[in-house]
T-cell receptor
Framework: DAKTTQPPSMDCAEGRAANLPCNHSTISGNEYVYWYRQIHSQGPQYIIHGLKNNETNEMASLIITEDRKSSTLILPHATLRDTAVYYCIVSRKGSARQLTFGSGTQLTVLP | GAVVSQHPSRVICKSGTSVKIECRSLDFQATTMFWYRQFPKQSLMLMATSNEGSKATYEQGVEKDKFLINHASLTLSTLTVTSAHPEDSSFYIC?????????????FGEGSRLTVL
């Protein structure tokens, strides 16, 4: 599976949009981009995934560049409860076993 | 959404004893479950894949005789840490693909923090 690169940490003001970038320049055509987050001392939580089109759900939006080499997770109105480590993972769909968690981005939402 | 529950959430045991951690899918059936381990300030590492009705698949470097996995039903997988030692102290997390094995959408349990004295 393709590797991803994320900034180790980011801050965001409460109520503002949080934009979390992820580089995956070696992504293959059949690989999806998945985003998970892990609040301290809890199990990870699935957020969203996409292949090449932008995706939106009740939690977030996922913007994937046209060349698919990078993506951005957008939390439109960050709250203090969004403080967590956010993981960007690239994997073939149907291979949940192959989801490899990197070091992620520690997002801190500031009051 | 799909719910995966783990028990116990915290356990403290003496060195040399065995500890069992349960992982249940509460509102869906899971033929496959995954067990992860997470050390402080590190990311999740996949330990093994639990398969209902068959043997678990272990990742390289994970001792299958030390970390016993049983997937006795479509809603329950157990991880037993045998003869636990302080270096086994970690955060153990299970997950299951709620949409079936052909999905990358995993639902995770709350995690079980093991402390071996």
């Amino acid at each position: 599976d393709a590797k991803t690169t994320q900034p180790p940490s980011m801050d965001c003001a409460e109520g503002r949009a949080a934009n979390l970038p992820c580089n995956h320049s070696t992504i293959s055509g059949n690989e999806y981009v998945y985003w998970y987050r892990q609040i301290h001392s809890q199990g990870p939580q699935y957020i969203i995934h996409g292949l090449k089109n932008n995706e939106t759900n009740e939690m977030a939006s996922l913007i994937i560049t046209e060349d698919r080499k990078s993506s951005t997770l957008i939390l439109p109105h960050a709250t203090l409860r969004d403080t967590a480590v956010y993981y960007c993972i690239v994997s073939r769909k149907g291979s949940a076993r192959q989801l490899t968690f990197g070091s992620g981005t520690q997002l801190t939402v500031l009051p | 959404g799909a719910v995966v529950s783990q028990h116990p959430s915290r356990v403290i045991c003496k060195s040399g004893t065995s500890v069992k951690i349960e992982c249940r899918s509460l509102d869906f059936q899971a033929t496959t479950m995954f067990w992860y381990r997470q050390f402080p300030k590190q990311s999740l590492m996949l330990m093994a894949t639990s398969n209902e009705g068959s043997k678990a698949t272990y990742e390289q470097g994970v001792e299958k005789d030390k970390f016993l996995i049983n997937h006795a039903s479509l809603t329950l997988s157990t991880l037993t840490v045998t003869s636990a030692h302080p270096e086994d102290s970690s955060f153990y997390i299970c997950s299951a693909p709620a949409g079936g094995p052909d999905t990358g959408e995993l639902f995770f349990g709350e995690g079980s923090r093991l402390t071996v004295l």
